[in-house]
C-alpha cells in the first residue's frame, strides 16, 4: 500500500483520469473529493461490499433458476 501525505487543497492523481483532492480536515476525519470518469466506479468500502454480495446472491439465484429449468426440461422428454 502506497501511503501519502497531503495537506487540504492537495491532490493526488491515479492514473490519467482519477483526481483524489484532500477537501477538509476535522478531527480525525478526512473529506476527500473524487472526480474520475462516469465510467469508474467509486464507492465506499462498505457500498463495494454490499453491492458485491447481491450480485453474487444475484448471480446464485440465476443459476439455481436455469438448472430448475433444466430439469423441468429433462422430465418433459421422458
Do not use: C, F, W
Not at 491515479?14 to 470518469?37: E, S, Y
Not at 467509486?42 to 458485491?52: D, G, K, L, S, W
Amino acid at each position: 500500500m502506497l501511503v501519502l501525505t497531503r495537506k487540504i487543497g492537495e491532490s493526488i492523481r491515479i492514473g490519467d483520469d482519477v483526481i483524489v483532492k484532500i477537501v477538509d480536515l476535522d478531527n480525525r476525519q478526512v473529506k476527500i473529493g473524487i472526480q474520475a470518469p462516469r465510467s469508474v466506479a467509486v464507492n465506499r468500502e462498505e457500498v463495494y461490499e454490499r453491492i458485491q454480495k447481491e450480485n453474487l446472491a444475484a448471480s446464485t439465484s440465476k443459476d439455481q433458476a436455469v438448472k430448475n429449468i433444466a430439469d423441468v426440461l429433462r422430465h418433459r422428454k421422458k
